[in-house]
């Protein structure tokens, strides 16, 4: 090219190096690489590849790289000539001509082309080297020149040669690579300003011929005749669909956006949407791209890995956003072909696994990316026919992901099935911005809910998988998380979409169950346990599983914090229901009582009763049948997975129905709150039930620690919430439970079950009478006090065996009568607790050398601090401060001035008791930062003991332990800093004041934080620290004391976290916030610092740049203090000020 | 549990060595016996070899004198072996021949305890040789006892 067909660039004789070349050099060149591929011993790899590496940085190695590159055929010596070639240029850009520079590249270029067969990677580095040289000269050239090489490109890439087109698509790849520059790139040795600009001009003028180029050749590929086999084309096609994949990712310069920018500064952390400018809507809407990859996907398609890079293409193609589409139209326009492209090629009977997720995702991003206002824009008869597609594609996916488990690719279909499911989610939302919505999604609901049924089932209905023989349940499940959590976004989708069709959808799974149940009841009947028994009985109850499953996900949501509601459309539906008199308030009413009751549960139902009623009935006589089964002594018989689903149902089911609130609906539904609602016989008979399906279930499933655990969760809800705890309270056999926990068989409960119980126990007190309450309390609290006492007897002075196990379950409750604490129990448990704790510091004494008891004693201790602190009275959070430092006291007796010796093998649970503790200080300082509790009783003045007493005090023990080696464990770490930002915030006058010792190896600590790699948010609390200690220094004009001197080292920290070692920038503020306070407090040492960092730079115009943008961010002329305006000035021009410097003084 | 009301300390020397404890109520961070070897629980899962079936309890263990790691399923209901493990304090006053002489909180004196061949062990050597007062912590279990940790006695 260029002309010279000849082959070698004529070099000029002065160019050569006046040292004379090695006349041996080829022959020592490629004796080393011989050696390197063969396989040497290290000894000689070395030599070998010092000798290389010696090679590499050779003076003006123009003339002696070409010859040689010419004279080998070693292909090793021309990929280490090329790497050669591309480092000399970039080192002695400066003394080299424009006229030897285009030969250079020239020569390359033609070196390539003249050698089809060189292997990939030498021609892949020959065409970087070309591409590294076309960008460094982008800021010296003229764009002509630019142009020219290009148009050359193009000219290869149209030519009929295939290896020639190969080698012009893989060049325009390297300018992409390199241009595009987001930290992969070459180092070039430059500042990122020389980047980014090089960036800028390329992407306004060169960037949209490439994409002409890509677009032609990509027609001319799709319009090929047939499937093409030869491998030339195959290879061609790949580079082609790379470099689509490279612009499709291409990050458009956006000068505003600052903090894109310093993010484009840094690796790029995930693909952001394809953003074109506006000039570029004629090519990506107006020109068919979008039909042409698809053609081409055709060809492909049989190829696994062409097909996924097409694949991705088309991914990120979907994702295009801003101005290219001005208008509803243009987004229709191009959304169109999108969906015909994606019926064609979903019309085949199956997928290739590698095409199942890329093509869920593809269905999944046409309805989520664009607004779905704009759906209407596209022909019904096509996005109705789109919708069937993907209807018919959910189908087979929620088939084949339970019937391809054996395979590796379980997950694939399960992920593909999530996106497909989450598709219909979207749809169905967008019903208010596009109202067909929903009719559409109610016209495929009901297919796929039902196959998604189908699939989990077993027995005659379903079509899960039959033979489950004894060895093959051993197969079932390996994995350790259970359906409930590896497959709850799929559930939650799949219960949503019943919504839609809320009457199908209950009829079917009610229809289920109830068979199910019927055919459980006669196993149960007859049970013999044979091993055919036992398979028809694992078969019913993972049909169960999965009915109880999906039951559990279309009635009721989870979420934390808000209040639960019954769904909207289930509301509705049984309104309207009743409204139609399809349903009655009386026939409901009897079908709940009925099921719970089990001998009138062979009552012939009512057609009358409420569709959700009926469901929840069902399960009722479940658990009831469940309960029977066990009082028969059937237990061995019976699933200890489908008892945490039943009760696991009961608990989703009891948020938003039980004794439901009428007022946080506009209607209620009649049936619902007669059966359900609150006043309502059978709602208190239902709680009464479910108390003693608890009961039962903590003496049959004693050591199934999942159904205990679920069971356990069942009881909170039930008692957390006041109205339903008012029915709890009525229950025998809560005070059975209350009374006897601490017998067998509940002290066999797992330790963090019992904690829970005891919580369940105590919130269950709140709801009594205060008479009733009294009553309750000794029987349920003196147990507790008796035997502590009895205990604490019997250890005194040392530990010992019998009483181990004791401590250990009586502080297991005693953290459960911590969690239970709330505000309007506080004085209740405080007046239970209190004298506990006091014991509960002896213990520690008696067992400090048992860890178990240690950490019980903490958490006891600090489950107390958490949760009641902040509503204790003045007298009483006293008291607490002075338990807690005798704690802390014993604790250090025994465990300090040894230092803690962090053994290889150790795990972050060895430390837990050094976690509690602080955790435990961080919970003592917030009672300074919120506090309910009364300060009524005026004549005590001021407190003998505050808070900061307490924090002081453990500070002193624990600060010394927190090594760099125990810092390495991460909540350990974070929970450190933490602390000690949360205590310079609130006691910035006391921290100055530590002892020198305490003080230095807190700042110690800091500058750890600041220079590890403990994560972003150490750093952040590092640096909320210093800001606080600089704030309180100018604050009081200190210019001495350890806080003053401390500071001044962490001036020159921050500066270099700011403007040279690498950014992340979603610290900027932060550091922003903290650089400020720190020169305001050493005004002096800034200017210092200013001046050794300007002088430092060798080259006087970067010098003077620097000192300019110093001078911008601190002019002169504005004061440095802590006044509002100056310091939200002083924030906005730091963001100008790391971008300027940042791209003076970072070199890539 | 059953000699709650006994004498403590005579109901500990002729205690066995070992009591029986169900294994739903085993936890990471206690000890059990493995194949006759005191344990301390590294590794606590429950593995449910089929889906309905009743749970089983997959326990791994490092014996808290050698180290050697041991492992054992056992039903979540059946009963497990666990040690009866004592920790006590000792003043170090002397070392002969690699024999430690150690005296009790109550001035008890005992001399039949060798200074542990560890990382350990040289620790307690160079801290008596440079005239350190300090603490050993004696762990001792099924019979055995050795020396686990050292205890400055500065503060």
Redesign the interface.
Same mark, same amino acid.
Do not use: W
């Given at each position: 090219m260029a002309g010279s067909s000849s082959g070698a660039v004529q070099l000029q004789p002065g160019q050569l190096d006046g040292q004379g070349i090695d006349p041996n050099l080829l022959q020592k060149l490629e004796q080393a690489s011989n050696t390197i591929l063969a396989s040497p011993s290290a000894e000689q790899r070395h030599a070998a590849e010092q000798f290389l590496l010696d090679f590499r940085k050779t003076k003006n190695p123009y003339t002696v790289c070409c010859c040689l590159m010419e004279q080998t055929r070693n292909d090793y010596v021309i990929f280490q000539c090329a790497c050669t070639l591309k480092e000399a240029i970039l080192r002695e850009w400066a003394q080299q001509s424009p006229t030897n520079v285009h030969s250079l590249r020239d020569f390359l270029m033609q070196f390539v082309l003249n050698r089809p067969s060189l292997p990939v990677y030498v021609r892949e580095e020959i065409v970087l080297t070309v591409a590294v040289i076309v960008k460094r000269g982008t800021l010296d050239s003229s764009a002509d020149d630019r142009n020219h090489f290009i148009s050359q490109l193009t000219k290869l890439i149209h030519s009929d040669n295939a290896a020639a087109r190969v080698v012009g698509l893989s060049t325009l790849s390297a300018l992409l690579a390199e241009y595009g520059g987001n930290g992969k790139g070459t180092d070039f040795g430059l500042s990122w300003e020389f980047h980014l600009r090089c960036k800028k001009v390329f992407e306004d003028k060169e960037l949209l011929t490439v994409f002409m180029v890509l677009l032609e050749a990509l027609q001319q590929l799709s319009a090929l005749e047939g499937v093409p086999s030869d491998w030339e084309t195959l290879a061609l096609i790949g580079k082609l669909l790379a470099l689509a994949e490279q612009i499709f990712t291409w990050r458009f310069s956006l000068p505003l956006l600052q903090k894109r920018f310093l993010n484009n500064m840094s690796e790029a952390r995930w693909n952001s949407p394809f953003r074109p400018p506006s000039q570029w809507r004629e090519l990506v809407v107006g020109r068919g791209l979008v039909i042409h990859l698809f053609k081409l996907y055709r060809h492909v398609q049989s190829h696994a890995e062409l097909a996924h890079v097409c694949l991705q293409c088309l991914l990120q193609l979907v994702s295009t956003t801003g101005d290219v589409f001005p208008d509803h139209k243009t987004h229709a326009d191009f959304l169109i072909p999108f969906m015909a492209g994606f019926l064609h090629l979903t019309q085949r009977n199956s997928l290739a696994e590698y095409e199942v997720l890329g093509v869920a995702t593809l269905a999944c991003r046409l309805l989520t990316v664009f607004p779905r206002k704009y759906l209407g824009q596209v022909p019904s008869d096509q996005l109705q026919a789109f919708l069937t597609r993907a209807c018919q594609l959910t189908c087979s996916y929620s088939y084949l992901a339970m019937h391809q488990k054996a395979a590796e690719e379980e997950s694939l279909y399960d992920e593909g099935l999530e996106q497909l499911l989450q598709m219909w989610t979207a749809l169905w939302d967008s019903r208010d911005s596009f109202p067909p919505a929903a009719q559409l999604c109610q016209t495929f609901a009901p297919d796929i809910f039902q196959t998604y049924l189908q699939s989990h089932l077993a027995t005659a209905d379903g079509t899960a998988a039959q033979a489950v023989s004894s060895d093959d349940?051993?197969e079932?499940?390996s994995e350790?998380e259970d359906d409930r959590e590896r497959y709850s976004a799929q559930l939650c989708h799949v219960g949503m979409l019943g919504r839609t069709v809320p009457a199908q959808a209950l009829s079917q799974l009610t229809g289920l169950l109830c068979e199910r149940i019927s055919q459980l009841q006669l196993e149960l009947k007859d049970s013999a346990g044979t091993q055919a028994q036992m398979n028809r009985?694992?078969r019913l109850?993972?049909d169960l599983?999965w009915l109880l499953l999906i039951a559990g996900h279309l009635l009721a949501d989870q979420s934390e914090g808000e209040a639960l509601l019954i769904p909207t459309e289930l509301m509705d539906h049984s309104i309207s229901q009743a409204q139609m008199g399809v349903s009655e308030v009386g026939a409901t009413q009897s079908e709940m009582v009925c099921s719970l009751h089990i001998d009138r549960m062979s009552q012939p139902t009512s057609d009358k009763c409420d569709d959700i009623v009926r469901l929840v009935c069902k399960v009722f006589m479940l658990s009831e049948l469940e309960r029977y089964a066990v009082q028969a002594q059937l237990d061995p018989l019976l #699933?200890?997975?489908?008892s945490r689903d039943i009760v696991w149902f009961f608990q989703r089911w009891a948020g938003p129905y039980l004794l439901m609130q009428e007022k946080h609906y506009p209607q209620v539904s009649l049936p619902l709150t007669c059966a359900f609602g609150q006043g309502s016989d059978s709602a208190s008979l239902a709680v009464q039930t479910l108390v003693s399906k608890v009961v039962s279930n903590f003496q049959v499933w004693? #050591?199934?620690?999942?159904v205990t655990e679920d069971t356990v969760q069942l009881l909170l809800t039930l008692t957390e919430n006041r109205d339903r705890c008012l029915e709890v309270v009525k229950c025998e056999k809560l005070w059975f439970l209350a009374m006897q926990q601490f017998c067998e068989p509940f002290v066999?409960l !797992? !330790?963090n079950c019992r904690r829970h119980l005891m919580k369940a126990v105590l919130f269950a007190a709140s709801a009594m009478s205060s008479e009733v309450r009294a009553r309750y309390w000794t029987q349920t609290m003196q147990p507790l006090h008796d035997r502590f006492q009895?205990m604490v007897q $019997?250890s005194r002075g040392?530990?010992?065996? !019998? &009483?181990l196990?004791?401590a250990r379950n009586l502080l297991e409750l005693l953290c459960g009568v911590a969690e239970a604490s709330r505000v309007d129990n506080t004085s209740l448990v405080f007046s239970t607790i209190y004298p506990r704790l006091r014991d509960s510091v002896g213990l520690m004494d008696a067992f400090h &050398?048992?860890?178990?008891i240690v950490v019980l004693v903490l958490d006891a201790f600090k489950e107390t601090i958490t949760r009641q602190l902040c509503y204790l009275s003045q007298e009483d959070s006293l008291k607490l401060y002075e338990v807690t430092i005798q704690l802390i006291r014993s604790y250090? $007796?025994?465990h300090?001035? $040894?230092g803690v010796t962090v053994d290889a093998s150790a795990e972050e649970?060895d430390f837990n008791d050094l976690m509690l503790l602080l955790e435990m200080l961080t919970q003592l300082i917030n009672k300074d930062f919120v506090d309910f509790g009364s300060t009524d009783d005026g004549g005590a003045g001021e407190p003998t003991v505050v808070p900061a007493d307490v924090v002081f005090c453990g500070l002193d023990f624990v600060v010394p332990l927190m090594s760099a080696e125990l810092l390495k464990f991460p909540s350990l770490c974070l929970q450190y800093y933490q602390l000690v930002s949360l205590l310079c915030e609130v006691y910035p006058e006391r921290v100055p004041q530590l002892p020198q010792r305490l003080f230095s190896n807190i700042m110690a600590s800091l500058q750890l934080g600041l220079s590890s790699d403990y994560g972003e948010d150490v750093q952040k609390l590092c640096l909320d620290t210093l800001e606080c200690l600089a704030i309180q220094c100018v604050k009081f004009g200190s210019t001495a004391g350890q806080s003053y001197q401390a500071l001044q080292h962490f001036v020159q920290v921050v500066l270099d976290m700011l403007v040279l070692q690498p950014l992340n920038p979603d610290l900027l503020d932060v550091l922003g916030e903290t650089f400020y306070a720190l020169i305001c407090c050493h005004q002096a040492q800034y200017a210092q610092l200013v001046h050794q960092l300007v002088g430092s730079q060798a080259d006087t115009s970067t010098a003077e740049r620097l000192a300019a943008a110093f001078q911008r961010l601190t002019p002169p002329d504005i004061p440095l203090n802590l006044e509002k305006t100056h310091r939200s000035r002083f924030e906005a021009r730091l963001q100008t000020f790391v971008m300027e410097v940042r791209s003076i003084m970072t070199v890539r | 549990? @059953? %000699?709650?009301d006994g004498d403590?300390e005579s @109901?500990?020397s002729g @205690?066995s060595t070992t009591?029986p404890q169900?294994? /739903? @109520?085993l936890? +990471?961070? =206690?000890h059990v016996m493995l194949k006759n070897h005191p344990c301390k629980i590294v590794e606590m /899962? *429950?593995s449910?070899? %089929? +889906?309905?079936?009743?749970?089983k309890v997959h326990i791994v263990g490092i014996d808290i004198f050698t180290g050697n790691k041991y492992e054992d399923v056992c039903l979540?209901?059946h009963n497990m072996d666990v040690p009866?493990v004592?920790? +006590? %304090?000792y003043q170090l006053n002397n070392i002969d021949d690699s024999y430690m002489s150690l005296m009790d909180d109550s001035g008890d004196q005992r001399e039949d305890l060798k200074v542990p061949n560890n990382d350990l062990g040289k620790d307690i050597m160079s801290r008596f040789e440079k005239g350190e007062t300090f603490n050993v *912590?004696v762990l001792k279990a099924c019979d055995t006892e050795m020396v686990i =940790?050292? +205890? /400055?006695? *500065? /503060?």
């Open positions: 349940m051993e079932i499940r350790d009985l694992y109850y993972d599983h #699933s200890p997975e489908l004693t #050591s199934e620690g999942e066999l !797992a !330790a009895v $019997r040392s530990g010992g065996h !019998a &009483n196990l004791e &050398n048992y860890p178990e250090a $007796r025994h300090g001035g $040894r649970d | 549990m @059953a %000699d709650l403590f @109901a500990e @205690a009591y169900q294994c /739903s @109520a936890r +990471k961070n =206690g /899962s *429950t449910e070899t %089929d +889906k309905h079936g009743h749970a979540s209901t009866n004592n920790r +006590k %304090d *912590t =940790g050292i +205890k /400055s006695l *500065t /503060s």
